[in-house]
């Protein structure tokens, strides 16, 4: 049996809601979000239960998601040279390169 976590931290909250770390914090803020309660002397986390209550209470949007457009300016990764590739999926050559 898997128990669900009772508290989520900040990274968990803001995967688990899809928002940004800098927006759930404005919206505790401005009370918009619930608080988080403090473990101990300098941790905090969230009640996972009030987090899916807040989930919950969000209203019905008319309004479809936009299209993932990507990100323009992302890094691609460089092709490799094939004869490269080649070499190191040759399971003989890195066996006696290992040896060596």
């Not at 914090?25 to 101990?40: A, G, H, I, T």
Request: hydrophobic residues 35%; without cysteine.
């Amino acid at each position: 049996m898997t128990m669900k976590p009772l508290f989520l931290d900040l990274e968990s909250v803001t995967y688990v809601i899809a928002l940004a770390p800098a927006t759930v914090q404005k919206l505790v803020r401005e009370n918009r979000f619930p608080k988080p309660r403090q473990l101990s002397d300098r941790r905090v986390a969230w009640l996972t239960r009030e987090v899916e209550e807040w989930a919950e209470s969000r209203p019905i949007s008319d309004l479809l998601p936009p299209p993932n457009t990507g990100h323009s300016n992302r890094r691609r990764a460089k092709p490799q040279n094939p004869s490269m590739n080649a070499r190191h999926n040759d399971a003989p050559f890195l066996a006696q390169t290992l040896r060596t």
